[in-house]
């Protein structure tokens, strides 16, 4: 009997429901969005309960729309990182909707915990920066701000998680409260260095200990589960890990020095740095990588703000191209951008520079500035923020970059992405992955269920749509990029 995983995606926005085989191939998929909820200026919430409901629909869906009368099933799980819910072990149901990775209501705390002087402490510990971005301060305000529910927890009644958790101890019903390395890794109270929950953050965020889940690896059997009677018999759900790390994961980046860059609205960038725990440049994150096979890997990781986004302003914002295709076409019809720098700072700088004040410009044009440069100049400027987060993280690690492995709508553009071989030096391979995050879970299930014994036996299965090589001489390259840094600190000054 084949075995098919089907492979949960909670992301943001929607949950996926997605049907892999064994060869990491996928063969259907179901998106079911949900609600998003801002009951004031900066704050994010989910409702956890239909979040679980849409997991059921979109696994339905996905069933009803395949004939697989004579498969076996698995289940494994990625997850949006950070957010967090907190309920009732008794009742089942959350005390309060989930907070959102991008919620801040946390700020102030964070902030009062930064000029008290605890980053150092923090960051050596849990490889984060002390920020509402992560999960610990998002709870710590609801047991602060609920009623009776730090009392609650206190007497051992309240269990709270990341999404990952939540949706496992609804599908095992309970008798599983468990999390994996990597989104614990993404709470601000895990010390990374011995993989438990560690008592000084804990107390720092007011958090009781027995409120917490058991962290186990990436490719753990985390229960097992109906499915709410889809299934007549409980299949396992086996491989777990966070989106991102997923994503990492997915592009099969299991060795040191391989990294994988996402292009979206913003990118995120993650390197593998191996099994030994490295601070983090300045304003980037420590994580665990993912943890498989017996074996533990790091990763750094950064995001930029603006990187596809700058080619939707150039499109929907100026007017100055119909589509994205017509970027590329019009900035091959010059050599060089004669000079110009384009600087995508919309939403601030991000890492590895996190000037939040900055804002965009376009810089060097003169009389002979033609349509073309500048958007030549923006193409260049998605490389140039990419290249800068990689060689950060690569210099403080003391790794090479071996190859950078990428997914994502820009990388469809052969310009860009030959240009970003340029800058790095390095090979640059596009993957023919649509859903990364969903295949990392899928290959944590397989690991979990001992389909595949090694690294290599997996990797063999990775498509790729094609790798550009670097052509440019290095030399050239780093007098561009000697432009670009002038250009860059002459708005950060």
């Known amino acids: 009997m084949e075995n098919l995983i089907i492979a949960i995606d909670q992301s943001t926005s929607a949950t996926k429901a997605m049907l ?22 900066g704050w994010v919430e989910h409702d956890a309960e239909e979040i679980y409901e849409n997991v059921l629909k979109a696994v339905t869906g996905l069933l009803e729309a395949t004939s697989c009368k004579d498969f076996a099933f698995s289940l494994a799980i990625t997850n949006q990182r950070e957010t967090v819910v907190v309920w009732d072990k008794h009742t089942g149901h959350p005390v309060y909707h989930a907070v959102v990775w991008q919620d801040m209501r946390g700020s102030d705390f ?33 047991l602060d701000n609920v009623p009776g529910t730090r009392e609650a927890a206190c007497r051992g009644d309240l269990l709270m998680g990341t999404m990952d958790s939540w949706l496992v101890w609804k599908l095992t019903g309970g008798r599983r409260h468990v999390t994996d390395y990597t989104n614990a890794s993404r709470t601000l109270l895990l010390n990374v260095h011995t993989r438990q929950w560690d008592k000084e953050l804990l107390d720092l965020f007011t958090i009781p200990s027995c409120m917490m889940p058991e962290v186990l690896p ?12 889809l299934f007549a018999k ?12 997923g994503a990492l994961v997915g592009q099969m980046c299991f060795e040191e020095g391989l990294g994988k860059a996402t292009y979206g609205t913003g990118s995120s960038v993650m390197v593998n740095i191996g099994e030994q725990f490295a601070a983090a440049p300045p304003g980037l994150v420590t994580s665990v990588g993912f943890a498989s096979l017996g074996k533990v890997y790091y990763a750094f990781e950064g995001n930029i703000h603006c990187t596809g986004a700058t080619i939707k302003w150039l499109q929907g914002g100026l007017n100055m191209v119909a589509s994205p295709d017509e970027v590329e076409r019009e900035a091959c019809t010059v050599e060089d951008t004669g000079g110009v720098y384009f600087i995508p700072a919309f939403a601030g ?19 002979g500035t033609t349509r073309a440069h500048v958007l030549r100049a923006a193409l260049e400027s998605i490389a140039y923020q990419v290249d800068d987060l990689v060689k950060s993280m690569t210099r403080q690690a003391g ?15 052969n310009f860009l992405m030959q240009f970003q071989a340029d800058c790095l030096q390095v090979p640059i391979d596009c993957s023919d992955v649509e859903e990364a995050s969903a295949l990392g879970a899928v290959v944590m299930n397989g690991m979990a269920r001992h389909v595949w014994g090694s690294f290599v036996e997996v990797a ?25 840094m002038k250009a860059v600190n002459q708005l950060i000054k």
């Open 20 to 41: 892999f085989n064994e060869k990491c191939e996928m063969l259907h998929r179901v998106n079911v969005p949900h609600k998003q909820y801002y009951p004031r200026g």
């Open 110 to 142: 964070c902030n009062e915990l930064k000029e008290k002087g605890y980053a150092p402490m923090v960051q050596e510990k849990s490889g984060l920066l002390i920020d509402p971005y992560f999960a610990a301060s998002g709870a710590k305000w609801i």
């Open 218 to 229: 990436c490719d753990s059997v985390f229960g097992e589960t109906t499915l709410g009677g």
């Open 234 to 245: 409980p299949i396992q759900i086996a491989g777990m890990l966070g989106d991102s790390h």
């Open 349 to 367: 700088l991000g890492a590895p520079w996190w000037h939040s004040e900055v804002r965009g410009a376009i810089m060097g044009m003169t009389l």
């Open 399 to 413: 790794i090479a970059l071996k190859e950078l492995r990428v997914d994502g709508g820009p990388t469809k553009n």
């Open 460 to 484: 063999a299965l990775r498509r790729s749509r094609g790798t550009y090589r670097p052509v440019r001489d290095a030399s050239r390259m780093e007098m561009l990029h000697d432009g670009w």
